[in-house]
Each structure stands twice: as C-alpha cells, then as structure tokens.
C-alpha cells in the first residue's frame, strides 16, 4: 500500500460529460501528480501541485483542470469528454524527505463511451 | 518526441536465471533515473532509483547501471523469481526545477518457471 487513495477505481460516462476525479495524498506528502496512461502506453505527466498551488504543467488539454486544496488532497476535473480520454488516471505524491521519488495510487480507469 | 525509450515490450526469462531490462534517454538534463514495477490493476510501484552523480545502485536482488555517456540505463534481476513478471517503466528526472518524471513505454517481463 503506497499511502496514496484514488477515487473512484473505474468510471463510466458519456461523452461530452464532465467528471471529478480525487486523489489523497500520502501523510505529509505536499506534493501532488497527476497521469494518464492510455493504452498501455507509458505515463504521460499532466500537472503538479505543490502545497496548494500549481508547480508544473504538462501535455494537459483545456478541458482539464486540477486543483489542490488545504487538506492536501487533490481533484482532477475532465470536462466536455471524448472518447479519447478513456484512460487510466493516476495520482502520485511525493514529500521533501524522498527527493524526486513519487508514490502512485492505484488509479481510476476512465471509460468514455 | 519520446525522451525515455524502452525498445522491448516484452521479456521472457528462465526462473533463477538474470534479467536485464533496458532504458536509453535523450535529454541530458536528467540526473536522476527511477524504476517502477506495475501490476495490473495497481498503480506503479517504485522500486529503485540512480543518480547521475552515481554509476550504479544495489538494493537486493535489483541493480540499476547508469552510463551517462551513452545515456543508458539497465536494471538487472537475480535472480528472477515469478513474482517479478511484471510491466517495468522507467523513468527520469530533473532534480532541479520540474520534478516531474518521464516514463518510458514499458517492458513486460515475464518469468518462467
């Protein structure tokens, strides 16, 4: 158990809807990342939270948006979905004690039909 | 542009005998390089990591070896036991600025008994 919680573990919707997906950080983690993994392909890094504020941006659309709240938890909201986006989403966190190690969730699998 | 590189989807190697997994990178900004297993339906777990200033690092069973020059980086295994059949990203990083990581696409390797 890495310490990290996705929810929910899968998620079916229809396209052009909009969904939240919620990742808790490890205990004292500040940092927080989000992926997506499409057709088990690599991960593809999509943005960074540090703290509350956002640290890094990566190939994430428009139509995605993150945010990370006092609590250290984290949202990663999906809008206006095409089929395109079905994909595996992780979360990952990482404390300054660890360096650039990160600890990942065990995911949500996004189905866009 | 694919900065991290895996060129083997898949690996198939005798219980007991060695793994060798291999990574290459582009980027010469990286100075920090990570392995991570997956299992399906888990998140990536990590399981060891190399900096630049380093040629090689031991934890176990897993060796990660770092050549700088020909910016290449292989994990070996020995020895392989079945729980190691698994899907194997590597990835890398800049320990200054962004700690986002990159991955590669990913080996499977598959341990036979």
């Known amino acids: 158990d890495s310490g990290v919680t996705q929810t929910p573990k899968h998620l079916i919707t229809a396209t052009g809807q909009r969904v939240t997906l919620r990742c808790s950080p490890r205990s004292g983690d500040l940092s927080v990342y989000w992926y997506q993994q499409s057709l088990d392909q690599g991960l593809q890094f999509l943005i960074q939270y540090y703290n509350g504020e956002e640290r890094a941006k990566g190939n994430i659309l428009e139509r995605f948006s993150a945010q990370q709240f006092p609590d250290l938890h984290s949202e990663l909201n999906l809008s206006s979905l095409e089929l395109g986006d079905s994909a595996l989403y992780f979360c990952a966190s990482s404390g300054a004690s660890q360096g650039n190690i990160q600890y990942f969730g065990a995911g949500t699998r996004l189905s866009v039909l | 542009d694919q900065q991290v590189k895996q060129n083997s989807p898949s690996l198939s190697v005798q219980e007991g005998r060695i793994s060798i997994l291999n990574c290459d990178y582009t980027?010469?900004?990286?100075?920090?390089f990570l392995w991570y297993k997956k299992y399906p339906a888990e998140g990536p777990t990590f399981l060891i990591s190399i900096s630049s200033i380093k040629d090689k690092n031991e934890d176990g069973r897993f060796t990660v070896f770092l050549n700088k020059s020909a910016k290449h980086l292989s994990l070996h295994i020995v020895p392989s036991q079945p729980g190691d059949s698994a899907v194997y990203f590597c990835a890398a990083s800049a320990i200054q600025g962004a700690q986002k990581l990159v991955f590669g696409q990913g080996t499977r390797l598959t341990i036979n008994p």
């Open positions: 980027n010469s900004m990286f100075d920090y």
